[in-house]
């Protein structure tokens, strides 16, 4: 017999901890409010120290928003923003009785034949459910990550604990509208929630990386995946903080794999992996070439996006203004005014540095911080001078993108050529063939 009782309450002390997050959350933003209008001068170090132990060992999807949420200045104090950064996967795992249950759903009674091994204890955590090693009939390691029940509901109330914060800060900031954010954020979130798509995805990404022969994309076992439910070919690796004091060739090179597994999807066919999270990828045996993993947050851009993103780089190349503005036109900014445009100019000549320099040099300068952090304060305080800017829906997983990787560059101390590895990517580029590639692909994989 299975313990319900138990599962029960473990499932309740799980969702326990997301009202506790939540809590923690709420009055987070009561209090940043209250400094604001009250002038009351709260001990920031100790709700931090708060808000960190609320959120506890929590890998919730809440901590896709935290991180994001850190990137915007001023919607978190820096004090906040480092917190949300430094959260890490450790979810309480579901136990043995749910997590046979939960399969019996996905694959049936007889779901334990199916596997010729399948391990008990969760190898990982995963940020809806846990992932579990097994091995199939043909003797093939497998990973089977197993979404829990009821993450739906945990969603959506983060979704409407964003909501809150967002309209708090908009309450005493327009420096930035986020209504833009709050959607795709939305829209990225509920779309993790279904596996079969990230499934779809993941073939995706293994056919349009299929070039590249230092990363590596894990394959699929359709019969033993679900709505629920990814089984997919093992990888090992190791973890690429590990390499931070590895011999120069390695890191660079791990770097440039990383910079190619993101941007060649990208320049190619308009898609991007929108979760660049360390845990995300790791480096082979061979200490060079990657894995790729985690499908679940990708986005397909409209082909003139990635024309918009080359634009820009022509423009901040050439110095030349009105082709800047017609660039963020097609990112989707709305009625700039020229202070707004060099306002932005100064952010975009942040992220495209590396790529403007034909020569070899690391990503940025070495803070402390979160990388960006500086450069985006300043931005954000001059938006607040001359006028606040609607971030339109594209902007927020390019940027996470480049943020995301742009900080991995700067933990391996890389120093590349940027600009080659950029300009070789873009040789030759032309919208009309990203437009067939990315439908073409698209339509293949029934996207
Ligand atoms: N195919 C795989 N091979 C090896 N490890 C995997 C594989 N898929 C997932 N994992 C492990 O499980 C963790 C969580 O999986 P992931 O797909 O990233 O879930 P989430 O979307 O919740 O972040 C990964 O960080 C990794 O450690
Ligand atoms: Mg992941």
Known sequence: MEKRDEEQSTLGG??????????????????????????????????????MMALGNLKGPLMKVGQILATIPE????????????????????????????????????????????????????????VHKATTHDGQAIACKLQYPDMHSAIEADLRQLKLIFSLYERYDKAIQTENIHAELAARLKEELDYKLEAKYTSLYAHMLDNELNVHVPGIIDELSTDRLISSTWLDGNKILDYK???????????????????????????????????????????????????????????????????????????????????YETWGF????????????????????????????????????????????????????????????????????????????????AEINWYQVFNELIDGFDLAVLEKKQSEILSNFSL
């Not at 997301?18 to 920031?44: H, N, P, Q, R, T």
């Not at 430094?86 to 694959?107: C, D, H, I, Y």
């Not at 990635?306 to 110095?319: H, P, R, S, T």
């Open 14 to 51: 799980r969702l326990a901890r997301y009202g506790k997050v939540s809590g923690a959350m709420a009055g987070l933003a009561a209090k940043l409010v209250g400094e604001k209008y009250l002038g009351i001068d709260i001990k920031k170090d100790e709700h931090a120290q708060e808000l």
């Open 75 to 130: 919607a978190l104090p820096s004090e906040y923003a480092q917190t949300f950064q430094q959260l890490q996967s450790n979810a309480p795992p579901m136990g043995w009785p749910f997590v046979r249950r939960r399969m019996k759903a996905e694959l049936g009674t007889d779901w334990q034949s199916k596997f010729a091994n399948f391990e008990k204890e969760a190898a990982a955590a995963a940020s809806l459910g846990q």
């Open 245 to 327: 004091d590895a011999p120069a060739e390695q890191r660079n090179t791990i770097a440039m794999n990383l910079f190619r597994a993101w941007y060649v999807p990208f320049y190619y066919y308009g898609i991007i992996h929108g979760d660049p999270h360390l845990g995300n990828y790791s480096v082979r045996k061979d200490d060079l070439s990657i894995n790729l993993l985690d499908f679940g947050c990708v986005r397909i851009f409209p082909p003139e996006f990635v024309g918009g993103v080359i634009d820009l780089y022509k423009a901040l190349q050439e110095n030349d203004t009105a082709r800047a503005v017609h660039a």
């Open 334 to 413: 709305e009625n700039l005014n020229n202070e707004q445009v060099e306002t932005l100019n100064i952010w975009a000549r942040f992220l495209y540095g590396p790529i403007l320099e034909d020569k070899v040099r690391p990503i940025g300068e070495v803070t402390n911080g979160i990388y960006g952090r500086e450069i985006a304060e300043q931005v954000h305080k001059k938006l607040r001078e001359v006028g606040g800017v609607k971030v339109p829906r594209e902007f927020v997983f390019m940027d996470r993108a480049a943020l995301g990787l742009g900080s991995v560059f700067l933990h391996l101390k």
